[in-house]
Nanobody, 126 residues
């Protein structure tokens, strides 16, 4: 089992930046690929970004491509989401999650992820 704890959310003005962290404990973090999802009020949870277990491959939602960067440090059992040029429409609760590392083809699908964090709120003011 893996426990995930997100941090780094907050209130920021449009155009600003935030860096989210996802600290993992329990089973070895490098057994898994990692993803970030977000959910805005009244909307479904949506895929944001994912990174392979080695960190060599990344995928991004079109809405964040070029603005967000996903990374990981397996030695620290931590994943990150650097968010730049934030927009009010990025406002949401952001969740990290892990998926079996052989499921890279399914990283866009929330129901394939095995463990989830509790989420961290990101609010972008206009």
């Amino acid at each position: 089992q893996v426990q995930l704890v997100e941090s780094g959310g907050g209130l920021v003005q449009a155009g600003g930046s935030l860096r989210l962290s996802c600290a993992a404990s329990g089973r070895t973090f490098s057994y898994y690929a990692m993803g970030w999802f977000r959910q805005a009020p009244g909307k479904e949870r949506e895929f944001v970004a994912a990174i392979s277990w080695t960190g060599s491959s990344q995928r991004y939602a079109d809405s964040v491509k070029g603005r967000f960067t996903i990374s990981r440090d397996n030695a620290k059992n931590t994943g990150y989401l650097q968010m730049n040029s934030l927009k009010p429409e990025d406002t949401a609760v952001y969740y990290c999650a892990v998926i079996a590392r052989d499921q890279w083809g399914s990283v866009l699908l929330a129901d394939r992820y095995l463990y989830w964090g509790q989420g961290t709120q990101v609010t972008v003011s206009s």
